[in-house]
C-alpha cells in the first residue's frame, strides 16, 4: 500500500477546474493547524443542525476580545489584557497572549451570538438552509382521467 506523505496542491490545483475555493479552504485548513493548540476549545452539537464552539479564554474581558463572521469563516481574536502593574509572580501558569483561530464554517451556518461565562467563550452557530434549497414535495397527478 502506497502512502501519500507530501501532497502538492499547486500542480494538483492546475489539473482542476472549478475547484478554486476547494483548494483554498484546504490551504487555509492545513495552514491553521500548524499553530499552537492555544486557547483550547471545544465543538459540540446542541441539536442537528445547531453547535456551539467554546474557547478557554481566562483572564481575558469583553473587551479582549473579538468575534467576526466574514463569509464562511469565523474568526476570534484575543488581545492580551494589560498586566497589572506592580505584581511579581512566583509563578504564571495562567496563558494571556495574544491569539487568533480561524473556524471554516459550512455553507448556510450563521452566528447566532456569543457569550462570555466563567472563562468561556462560547459562540453559538446554526445551520439554516434557505427555503428554495430545501427538498420540496412533488405532486403526482393522474393523467389517466383525460
Not at 499553530?35 to 474581558?61: H, K, R
Not at 494571556?96 to 450563521?110: I, K, P, T
Request: charged share 25%; no cysteine; aromatic share 8%.
Amino acid at each position: 500500500m502506497t502512502r501519500l506523505t507530501n501532497l502538492d496542491l499547486p500542480t494538483f490545483r492546475r489539473a482542476t477546474i472549478g475547484f478554486d475555493r476547494m483548494f483554498d479552504e484546504m490551504e487555509r485548513t492545513f495552514a491553521n493547524s500548524a499553530t499552537s493548540g492555544y486557547p483550547p476549545y471545544n465543538i459540540a452539537q446542541l441539536e442537528e443542525d445547531a453547535y456551539v464552539i467554546s474557547l478557554a479564554v481566562a483572564g481575558f474581558s469583553m473587551k479582549d476580545l473579538s468575534v467576526v463572521h466574514d463569509k464562511n469563516i469565523l474568526r476570534i481574536e484575543g488581545t492580551s489584557p494589560e498586566e497589572e502593574g506592580g505584581l511579581t509572580y512566583i509563578h504564571k501558569g495562567v496563558g494571556g497572549r495574544n491569539f487568533r483561530r480561524e473556524f471554516a464554517l459550512a455553507d448556510h451556518v450563521v452566528v447566532e451570538g456569543a457569550s462570555l461565562e466563567n472563562g468561556m467563550l462560547n459562540v453559538r452557530l446554526k445551520r439554516v438552509i434557505p427555503e428554495e434549497l430545501q427538498p420540496k414535495q412533488i405532486e403526482i397527478i393522474s393523467r389517466e382521467a383525460e
